[in-house]
Each structure stands twice: as C-alpha cells, then as structure tokens.
C-alpha cells in the first residue's frame, strides 16, 4: 500500500513509541549512542517506510545503505531531545509529501520546538551569549535558556569561543528540554527583595550628613 497514513494513525503511533522508549539517560561522546535514540531513529525510518512506500525503497534500496543512512540520522539528530525527533517526523508525515532528507529533517524539528515557543539550540546559545545583565532581568525568549546559560556560566559564554561553549551549552539546555517536554514547568529565579536600607539618599539628606561627618571630625 502507497497511500499516506491518517494523521489521527500517525499520532497514534507516535504516542505509542514514546511509551514504549526506554527512559532517557545521560548521554556522553566517549559512549556508544543512547539506546532511546537508536530506537527512536529506527522508529521514524519504519514510519517513513509506511508513509512515504515508494519513495522510500527509491531513496533506500537496499538495507546497508539504510544502515549507513539510520548512523548519519543518529549522530546529527542527538542534538533534539527524543521526543522532539518524534514529533518532528510527525511535522514531516503531516505537511509534507515527500520523503524528508536529513536537513529538512531538522527544519521540522526546529519548527515544532517554535511551535512551543522553544528556539532551537544555537539560537538559545546566541540569545544567552547577548543578554544584557543583569542577566535575570533581561528579555527571554523561554525560562529554560536562562537556565541553561546560567548553568553554563555567564562569564564562559561571554569569553571562550563559540566551539568549545557551544557544545557544552547544548548540554544543559537538551537537559532542561527533555524535562519540559515531560511536562515540567519552569520559571525565572525570582528576582531579590530590595533592601530598605540600601535606598539612594536625597540630595538634602546627603548634604545633612556630610554637614554631621565634618562637624564630628573637628578637633
């Protein structure tokens, strides 16, 4: 069968494989690809294989090459926290009738996540690198890149090289994603209490004290 899948079908089975995912783990580069990442990419080629029937095997001859094609997916697409590479296949089924590459891919991604109101990882870098300080009361796009720029480390963000930060940025605000998706709410620290001694005195008061200090420091 050729025909596309319904859309209500289509987020039946997303649903389903996000059940059926083992839960997250931290992730390292010294260690083989997480295992809710393999099946997830496993899981969007078997909905492409339904979906997009011809267009699949034309692209996809033969299972090597599928093989090496699910490895490319896997290293560029671990950015996304899993649940956003379902729902980006999801996007993709849904608004598109032609088998995605990987760069429209992770146009589909990143739409979801603006869907949210989430930008896409580099973007939150970039916002974190530029926000004006003091960096709590400054304008965000989302609580979770405050966040993850202030675990990251404003001084960091505001003097090392994008190449090294970056991917350490990436780091906190996938982790920060993955649990907002999971239905956790976030907020900004709230923001100090002012403390009633610390107010600005007058120009009158100040003159008055300076009158106060001269007047006790005469022999």
Not at 101 to 120: A, E, N
Not at 153 to 158: D, I, K, T, V
Not at 166 to 184: C, I, K, Q, T, V
Request: with cysteine.
């Amino acid at each position: 069968m050729s025909g596309k899948k319904s859309i209500t079908d289509i987020a039946n089975t997303i649903e389903e494989i996000g059940q059926q995912l083992p839960n997250p783990s931290p992730a390292s580069a010294n260690h083989a690809p997480r295992e809710d990442y393999v099946e997830a990419i496993n899981q969007v080629f078997a909905l492409f294989r339904l979906n997009y029937h011809n267009q699949y095997y034309a692209a996809y001859p033969d299972a090597e090459q599928v093989k090496q094609i699910k490895k490319l997916w896997l290293e560029s697409l671990t950015k996304y926290p899993v649940a956003v590479i379902l729902q980006g296949a999801k996007q993709a089924i849904e608004h598109s009738d032609y088998l995605p590459t990987l760069s429209r891919m992770h146009q589909f991604c990143i739409d979801y996540l603006q869907q949210i109101g989430i930008p896409s990882a580099h973007d939150a870098y970039i916002e974190a690198c530029s926000a004006s300080s003091p960096k709590r009361e400054a304008s965000w796009s989302h609580p979770i890149v405050y966040l993850a720029g202030r675990d990251t480390g404003w001084y960091e963000l505001a003097n090392e090289r994008e190449a090294y930060m970056l991917p350490n940025f990436e780091r906190h605000f996938s982790a920060y994603l993955d649990r907002f998706l999971s239905g956790e709410t976030f907020e900004l620290p709230a923001l100090p209490k002012p403390n009633p001694e610390s107010k600005t005195l007058s120009r009158e008061q100040q003159l008055r004290n300076l009158a106060v200090l001269k007047s006790s420091t005469k022999l």
